[in-house]
């Protein structure tokens, strides 16, 4: 049979080249460790974008959450003391000044305008006659009947005191003349004068027997 190896009669100095190989195994692998690190490819940089507020999501913050509300632990109530009912203030009633009302001032008191006595009515002067446009001591009448107004006139003086005495014309003319007198003095002569457009009576100081030149005068 085979002689069997054992341990106790390996010498110590065959075990001393394995404890060499051993020691340079272990400086070797720092060595092939750094060799190792070398020959990686350097990385190259990322670059980092940095992303917008619009395109980042808002997570909710932990205030919001229901789960931190229902953790959160709820104080119990506060017991508010009663206060008692206070007395509630009557409010004034604002006094409002009264303005000063100026004392109103006489305004003066205009004099009456003092109106022109009436005129007494001419006694030469009918009912309805007016006197006439431009033409001194005359009155015009729209009656065409020229008979009519000097009976009329006539019997109106004769009763204020006035004599009237006809002067005779030589024909029918379509006029009258009388001289008039006052309590016996001669006044001024009378013409009475017609046409289709109505009569005039016009007081002149002396007698106009042309009838052509009457209707100039008494403009008729």
Not at 112 to 126: E, G, L, W, Y
Not at 173 to 188: A, C, W
Request: aromatic share 6%.
């Amino acid at each position: 049979m085979a002689r069997l190896w054992k341990p106790q009669n390996v010498s110590f100095w065959y075990l001393i080249p394995v404890a060499l190989v051993v020691h340079g195994l272990i400086l070797r692998i720092p060595i092939v460790l750094e060799e190792d690190t070398k020959e990686k490819p350097q990385t190259t940089p990322v670059k980092m974008q940095k992303l917008t507020s619009s395109k980042v999501a808002a997570s909710p913050t932990p205030s919001s959450s229901p789960t931190a509300i229902s953790q959160a632990p709820i104080p119990p109530p506060i017991a508010q003391p009663i206060q008692p009912p206070t007395q509630q203030s009557v409010p004034q009633p604002i006094q409002q000044s009264i303005p000063s009302v100026p004392s109103p001032v006489p305004q003066p008191v205009p004099s009456p305008v003092p109106q022109p006595p009436a005129k007494t009515p001419d006694i030469f002067q009918i009912q309805g006659a007016t006197a006439c446009d431009r033409v001194k001591d005359c009155y015009a009448s729209t009656e065409s009947n020229g008979r009519v107004i000097s009976q009329t006139l006539k019997e109106k003086l004769e009763s204020q005191g006035y004599t009237l005495t006809a002067i005779d014309l030589d024909e029918e003319t379509g006029m009258k003349i009388y001289r008039l007198f006052q309590n016996g003095k001669p006044k001024d002569y009378l013409h009475i004068i017609w046409t289709d457009k109505g009569t005039r009576s016009l007081r002149l100081p002396e007698p106009e027997t042309n009838y052509d030149q009457l209707l100039l005068k008494a403009r008729l």
